[in-house]
């Protein structure tokens, strides 16, 4: 009798726990429902006044046997839990692999930057002269490269270093790029920039030193043209991801990562390549992700070897600095390959079996 007994008022008891499961998922469902009311409102989500009025309530209400005191504890973990809920919603950004499985593609110039094969972005440090622009360009459009990076605005930490050529060396990239055929990337500084910045670049690069320059990715977020976000010299990958969703969320997709090294103790390179932000950006977010191995490294005899671990662990694409003469380059001198060296480095990444896309030409 005891047996049956003990067995009839387990099954009560599991009726029960089924019944307040799904009061709670009720619940939840309601909760939600606030929490997005709340945010067209663009109010808080935590509202202690509410929470303090539900528990009075509830402690008024308790008919026992569990004391005051623990109804407000039991209570209080529901009202965390269900608030805990509104957070995790909050926290999946658009950049987010939460909000968007499949990979985006961002396309310049017919080259697919976070397609089926990485692509490489080369060109010198800053815009200088004609001479120098053109050198280079028909020299990396021999190499089947299609996108010319070259800065004409350059924050320095020096005041006294090149600053560039502001919108004459935009005008200068871009007529060496239509000369050639290619696509222009080039660092815009200053948000009211932004709209001349588009009679001249393909895709806008901010840079590491304003990845949280909010205003300015506002702007770019204003605008429909592909943006290559570098990582914050001491910026982690969160941080990295909130910048990124600052122009995104202003209606532009089209927002290409960059790991550019951060800074460290370590004195042996210009910076520390963070290879595992790869992998895991490619994880956390649906954006391409590229590196650039000339500012990470700061290093042109170990370039190759890391231009081939960024690729093996799922790099969209490379970034490096290419001058005709860098022994007279007006920044970055040290980092910077001549034509020869970066044929070598593309020579080294085929026969490592890294296929890049790239633009058969044949310059004349």
């Given at each position: 009798?005891?047996h049956?007994?003990?067995?009839?008022?387990?099954?009560?008891?599991?009726?029960?726990?089924?019944?307040?499961l799904?009061?709670?998922?009720?619940?939840?469902?309601?909760?939600?429902?606030?929490?997005?009311?709340?945010?067209?409102?663009?109010?808080?989500?935590?509202?202690?006044?509410?929470?303090?009025?539900?528990?009075?309530?509830?402690?008024?209400?308790?008919?026992?046997?569990?004391?005051?005191?623990?109804?407000?504890?039991?209570?209080?973990?529901?009202?965390?839990?269900?608030?805990?809920?509104?957070?995790?919603?909050?926290?999946?950004?658009?950049?987010?692999?939460?909000?968007?499985?499949?990979?985006?593609?961002?396309?310049?110039?017919?080259?697919?930057?976070?397609?089926?094969?990485p692509?490489?972005i080369?060109?010198?440090?800053?815009?200088?002269?004609?001479?120098?622009?053109?050198?280079?360009?028909?020299?990396?459009?021999?190499?089947?490269?299609?996108?010319?990076?070259?800065?004409?605005?350059k924050?320095?930490?020096?005041?006294?270093?090149?600053?560039?050529?502001g919108?004459?060396?935009?005008?200068?990239?871009?007529?060496?790029?239509?000369?050639?055929?290619?696509?222009?990337?080039?660092?815009?500084?200053?948000?009211?920039?932004?709209?001349?910045?588009?009679?001249?670049?393909?895709?806008?690069?901010?840079?590491?030193?304003?990845?949280?320059?909010?205003?300015?990715?506002?702007?770019?977020?204003?605008?429909?043209?592909?943006?290559?976000l570098?990582?914050?010299?001491?910026?982690?990958?969160?941080?990295?991801?909130?910048?990124?969703?600052?122009?995104?969320?202003?209606?532009?997709?089209?927002?290409?990562?960059?790991?550019?090294?951060?800074?460290?103790?370590?004195?042996?390179?210009?910076?520390?390549?963070?290879?595992?932000?790869?992998?895991?950006?490619?994880?956390?977010?649906?954006?391409?992700?590229?590196?650039?191995?000339?500012?990470?490294?700061?290093?042109?005899?170990?370039?190759?070897?890391?231009?081939?671990?960024?690729?093996?662990?799922?790099?969209?694409?490379?970034?490096?600095?290419?001058?005709?003469?860098?022994?007279?380059?007006?920044?970055?001198?040290?980092?910077?390959?001549?034509?020869?060296?970066?044929?070598?480095?593309?020579?080294?990444?085929r026969?490592?079996?890294?296929?890049?896309?790239?633009?058969p030409?044949?310059?004349?």
């Amino acid at each position: 009798m005891n047996h049956e007994r003990m067995t009839e008022l387990r099954e009560q008891l599991d009726e029960i726990n089924i019944e307040i499961l799904e009061l709670l998922s009720r619940r939840a469902e309601l909760v939600h429902e606030i929490g997005e009311l709340k945010k067209l409102k663009g109010t808080d989500r935590f509202d202690p006044i509410r929470e303090k009025e539900m528990l009075d309530k509830l402690v008024a209400a308790n008919p026992g046997p569990f004391d005051d005191n623990t109804i407000r504890h039991l209570f209080k973990q529901i009202f965390q839990a269900s608030l805990g809920l509104m957070e995790e919603e909050k926290k999946e950004l658009l950049v987010s692999r939460k909000k968007k499985q499949e990979n985006t593609i961002v396309e310049v110039k017919g080259i697919r930057i976070g397609g089926d094969k990485p692509v490489m972005i080369a060109g010198p440090c800053s815009v200088e002269t004609p001479e120098q622009m053109d050198t280079a360009a028909s020299g990396l459009l021999k190499e089947g490269i299609v996108l010319l990076r070259g800065g004409a605005y350059k924050p320095r930490t020096s005041p006294y270093d090149f600053q560039g050529l502001g919108e004459k060396g935009l005008q200068l990239i871009r007529k060496t790029a239509d000369k050639y055929g290619m696509a222009v990337v080039s660092e815009i500084v200053s948000p009211s920039d932004i709209e001349m910045s588009l009679k001249y670049v393909d895709v806008i690069q901010i840079g590491a030193r304003n990845m949280q320059n909010f205003e300015l990715l506002k702007e770019a977020g204003n605008v429909r043209k592909p943006v290559l976000l570098k990582r914050g010299l001491s910026a982690t990958i969160e941080e990295l991801l909130f910048a990124a969703e600052y122009i995104v969320s202003r209606g532009n997709g089209q927002v290409i990562l960059c790991e550019r090294g951060i800074r460290t103790y370590e004195k042996a390179t210009r910076n520390t390549l963070d290879i595992s932000a790869v992998p895991i950006l490619k994880q956390e977010s649906h954006l391409p992700v590229m590196v650039d191995v000339s500012h990470s490294t700061g290093r042109k005899d170990i370039m190759l070897p890391v231009a081939k671990a960024a690729l093996a662990v799922g790099a969209d694409g490379l970034i490096v600095e290419v001058h005709p003469d860098p022994s007279v380059a007006l920044s970055d001198a040290k980092q910077q390959l001549d034509l020869g060296q970066f044929a070598k480095l593309m020579d080294g990444l085929r026969s490592g079996g890294y296929e890049l896309q790239m633009k058969p030409v044949t310059v004349k």
